[in-house]
């Protein structure tokens, strides 16, 4: 059965193992001791932090970061590769943008990279549009940002 539960400490090692795994299949390297520090403390670096869960084990994340207080960032959305397809990657993104919408956001952003195609096509189906760069981060190529008040992509 697969759910989609609020982080808490027990899930900390199954999103280390996911997230070494998914980094993996990308091509990219967790470094925990390093950028990703941020990882190491899940509730205090993040607005709200989701796992999907299938029988217990850790097959998809999505976060929320504040940017400012009409702002939020789209962070660490990830889906395990056997599970895409089949509407997970969107439940995911939806969960995202409905708690956005209820902290009273205006408007969510994201940082992604121009080869990560699958990732692209879900944020233009979920009504992101391509924007101007916000953040300094060297590995970042596209930036996007959605509307919440509308529902669509404003860049």
């Not at 998914?22 to 509730?43: A, M, Q, T, V, W």
């Not at 932090?49 to 994340?61: A, H, M, P, R, S």
């Not at 599970?83 to 956001?105: D, S």
């Not at 990560?116 to 916000?134: Q, V």
């Amino acid at each position: 059965m697969i759910e989609l539960v609020s982080y808490d400490e027990s899930y900390k090692q199954g999103v280390f193992a996911f997230t070494v795994r998914c980094f993996e299949e990308l091509g990219k390297k967790f470094e925990p001791s390093g950028r990703h520090s941020f990882y190491n403390d899940i509730p205090n670096s993040f607005e709200v932090f989701f796992c999907l869960l299938d029988e217990g084990n850790v097959i998809g994340t999505v976060a929320l970061k504040e940017i400012d207080e009409y702002t939020v960032e789209l962070k660490a959305l990830y889906l395990d590769s056997a599970y895409r397809g089949k509407g997970l990657g969107t439940r995911l993104m939806n969960k995202a943008i409905e708690e956005a919408c209820g902290r009273g956001y205006k408007s969510m952003v994201l940082d992604s990279m121009s080869k990560y195609k699958d990732a692209l096509r879900l944020y233009e189906k979920c009504g992101f549009g391509h924007t101007e760069r916000y953040n300094d981060n060297l590995y970042a190529d596209v930036f996007m940002k959605l509307d919440l008040r509308k529902g669509t992509g404003n860049g």
